[in-house]
């Protein structure tokens, strides 16, 4: 089983649609979009995914179903809670007398690589920044969803490996987000997500690539063949947008802080 995570185009994320250059970057998508060979399609429920999917979607005369569960990662931390975590997310500012919610992986690099819990893959999950958010039961909701939809392809997972019930090599496509594709990816990896939030940068439009293996019959796992790929932006000569990357150095104040 194959399965392609496409992230949206150049975001406005004020009007939750593209800019300018996230319609050129899913324009050239989508001329790839035969080779890709999409298989089923499904699509986040936010307009930017939506937008981006369906210059991809007009071209091959196909239908995307629409997952709620896709939209960008929604965990939110209380920083209220923990004196310790207003250090991690040090840049948050004061609504009145408290403290305004904070999305659960934009954690500080000084903070989380200093605190072992958020890179093993269970004890994240007894992290502080766990204890004093909805981050779990998100996690949870939205990794079975996802299971619950490769079970319908053949693949029911089992502890942290996936029961192969009906072989195939079928592809299912998800039109989405970079924090949504790293939680999906934990899960498939069994690793911490807090791992591939602060160790990627997968820039708008790029195509991340899994595909199941078999080595012993019944039993599967994934592999990534490919990570961001952005060939299709290269091939137009369309620079790859700097949307999830934050300043190479500091001093550049023109890059995302």
């Not at 200093?114 to 994240?124: A, I, K, L, N």
């Not at 766990?130 to 039961?137: F, G, P, Q």
């Not at 997500?193 to 690539?209: G, I, M, R």
Request: glycine share 6%; with cysteine; proline share 3%.
């Amino acid at each position: 089983m194959r399965i392609l995570l496409i992230r949206h185009g150049d975001p406005d994320y004020i009007h939750d649609t593209l800019t300018e250059k996230g319609h050129r970057e899913a324009a050239l998508l989508s001329e790839a979009a035969k080779r890709l060979e999409t298989g089923d399609c499904y699509q986040s429920p936010l307009g930017r995914a939506q937008a981006t999917a369906a210059y991809t979607l007009r071209k091959l005369g196909k239908t995307a179903e629409t997952l709620d569960w896709l939209r960008e990662f929604p965990a939110e931390v209380d920083l209220n809670q923990s004196m310790e975590l207003q250090k991690a997310y040090n840049d948050t500012r004061m609504e009145g007398h408290r403290y305004g919610a904070r999305i659960a992986w934009d954690m500080l690099p000084s903070y989380w690589t200093e605190h072992p819990e958020y890179s093993d893959r269970f004890q994240w999950r007894q992290s502080e920044a766990a204890r004093c958010s909805d981050l779990i039961s998100v996690y949870d909701s939205v990794t079975s969803k996802m299971d619950e939809l490769l079970a319908r392809y053949g693949y029911v997972r089992e502890n942290h490996h996936y029961r192969v019930e009906k072989e195939n090599s079928r592809t299912i496509t998800f039109f989405c987000h970079f924090g949504i594709i790293c939680v999906l990816l934990s899960h498939l990896w069994s690793v911490s997500p807090f791992v591939l939030w602060h160790t990627l940068a997968l820039a708008p439009t790029s195509v991340s690539e899994v595909v199941s293996e078999e080595r012993e019959k019944g039993t599967a796992s994934f592999r990534a063949l490919r990570l961001g790929d952005l060939s299709h932006l290269y091939g137009g000569n369309e620079p790859a947008s700097f949307s999830a990357r934050f300043c190479e150095t500091f001093e550049n104040r023109e890059q995302r802080h």
